[in-house]
């Protein structure tokens, strides 16, 4: 019965009508190959979850808790909204013993990660429109990519120096005051203190790969895979696939494994790992 009902709450949300509209157009060599594609972008978000979770001491999640947490996180976007998978998160965190301010930080870390990979390269696609590479932009678009993405990137280093990285991720102590604006500036407080911690994490993730290696690969598999989606390019999404793919494998062998999963593998070794792995298997 449950099954039944999430179906056609899902259905009500993608407008199945629609969608087999679409289908009936499309053409039918790709479709396993797309499902394939998304299939092994999943695999890459579980690892990066996985990684973002425990990284700097975080809960240590397995592969199948983390899967099903997943699973449920984007089952929640697609029936309710983009808020509904954050709330799964932090739950999970939540059941995994972390702490209620390290939970918020470590969800808005791995959604900050994966979004400034994405808005990474829309700032250059900005760039590449403002210098004739395309057409049919809306100029004010590329603009705002170009001048927004790297006021951000400015904005995220200057507030997460250790000189004041502390100051600024620290919760206040104690009750706020009495009166409606000490309260409401206590909370803003909170969330300010949590926003900029979860922006600190992700700055340890990047600045240190080789800690955390299969994250960003397939955090990178996951930016091929939306390219190749909204591009329609199929060159992409194989390529994505192929990565991922490669990804799994090298994982599922223990002794390829990197320290943040179980293993003693250095990163310089797995990433040639995976790298032969993509070689040998492309055509």
């Known amino acids: 019965m449950l099954v039944g009902i999430v179906f056609v709450l899902i259905g009500r949300a993608a407008k199945f009508g629609e969608v087999t509209e679409a289908a009936a157009r499309g053409s039918k060599l790709w479709f396993p190959i797309c499902l394939l594609g998304e299939a092994l972008a999943y695999a890459g978000y579980i690892l990066a979850y996985r990684d973002v979770a425990r990284a700097e001491g975080g809960p ?12 449920l996180g984007f089952g929640a976007v697609v029936v309710g909204s983009g808020a509904g998978g954050l709330a799964v998160d932090f739950w999970a965190l939540r059941r995994a013993g972390a702490g209620t301010h390290e939970s918020t930080r470590r969800v808005l870390a791995l959604n900050t990660l994966e979004w400034a990979v994405i808005s990474f390269w829309a700032a250059l696609a900005g760039l590449a429109v403002l210098l004739g590479a395309g057409e049919g932009v809306p100029l004010a678009m590329a603009l705002a990519w170009l001048c927004v993405v790297p006021a951000c990137v400015v904005a995220a280093a200057w507030t997460t120096q250790a000189v004041r990285a502390n100051a600024l991720t620290t919760i206040p102590h104690g009750p706020p005051a009495r009166g409606l604006l000490p309260r409401g500036r206590h909370a803003l407080r909170i969330a300010f203190a949590d926003a900029i911690g979860g922006v600190l994490l ?25 390219l190749g989606d909204r591009r329609k390019g199929g060159a992409l999404t194989r390529a994505a696939a192929a990565i991922e793919a490669a990804l799994d494998t090298a994982i599922a062998k223990p002794e390829w494994r990197t320290p943040d999963l179980g293993g003693s593998l250095g990163t310089e070794a797995f990433g040639e790992k995976v790298a032969s792995i993509v070689s040998s298997t492309s055509p």
């Open 60 to 71: 240590e999640l397995d592969l199948w808790t983390t899967t099903r947490i997943v699973v």
């Open 202 to 226: 992700v700055r340890h993730i990047v600045l240190r790969p080789i800690s955390y290696p299969a994250a960003l690969i397939g955090s990178a598999a996951m930016l091929l895979a939306w």
